[in-house]
């Protein structure tokens, strides 16, 4: 009942809620991109959704647009503005993405969607994560960690598309309340890990 109908309500509900209430930060927070990094102020991406369906998912930039002399988009590292570092280390990037849960794209609580590149690269256990919409707060906050491992994360979401109950999305909700605090002890914007596409290539 909880998977099939009260999840969703939630969601409906909750993101709707929150993108009212948020309005003033949303404002804020557009003015500072658009200050510090410029026009547009919305970085856009496909990402694989429930049942591998692509959706766009919107984030607030954090990174600048920045080209070497061939056109060639610099490296992330070189691209992170200080704005960007205070963006990701609180997760206001994550903002717009509640317009995401609000249509069904995706949901409060639920494996993060990952980009649409990702797809070569997953085990056929890893897909189990798209048998459920992807999520705003991830199960592997669980294992406590700012940062985990691919093979950690991907584990979490498997088991969280295969348990999904309300219990377990509470505990998530919780958890994921310490990983902030420790994001910005540990300034996590400034975090780097290789794409998943890279990871497992260099692991063959």
């Known amino acids: 009942m909880y998977r099939l109908f009260f999840k969703r309500f939630l969601d409906v509900i909750l993101s709707g809620i929150g993108i009212v209430v948020l309005v003033p930060f949303y404002l804020i927070i557009t003015l500072y991109v658009w200050l510090t990094m410029g026009?547009?102020?919305?970085?856009?991406?496909?990402?694989?959704?429930?049942?591998?369906?692509?959706?766009?998912?919107?984030?607030?930039?954090?990174?600048?647009?920045?080209?070497?002399?061939?056109?060639?988009?610099?490296?992330?590292?070189?691209?992170?503005?200080?704005?960007?570092?205070?963006?990701?280390?609180?997760?206001?990037?994550?903002?717009?993405?509640?317009?995401?849960?609000?249509?069904?794209?995706?949901?409060?609580?639920?494996?993060?969607?990952?980009?649409?590149?990702?797809?070569?690269?997953y085990t056929k256990k890893e897909w189990k994560r798209y048998n459920v919409r992807g999520g705003l707060l991830p199960p592997d906050s669980l294992c406590g960690n700012t940062t985990p491992s691919w093979e950690v994360q991907l584990e979490y979401d498997q088991y969280y598309a295969e348990n999904i109950s309300l219990l377990l999305d509470i505990k998530v909700l919780l958890k994921t309340f310490e990983i902030l605090f420790k994001r910005a002890e540990e300034e996590y914007g400034t975090c780097e890990r290789p794409h998943l596409s890279e990871y497992r290539k260099d692991e063959n």
């Open 39 to 121: 026009w547009p102020v919305l970085f856009a991406q496909e990402r694989t959704g429930k049942g591998g369906k692509p959706f766009k998912m919107y984030k607030f930039r954090s990174m600048t647009n920045k080209k070497d002399l061939y056109g060639n988009l610099l490296p992330e590292h070189e691209r992170l503005t200080k704005a960007g570092i205070v963006l990701r280390s609180s997760s206001l990037d994550e903002l717009p993405e509640l317009w995401s849960i609000l249509i069904g794209k995706m949901s409060i609580i639920g494996p993060r969607p990952l980009p649409t590149y990702y797809e070569p690269y």
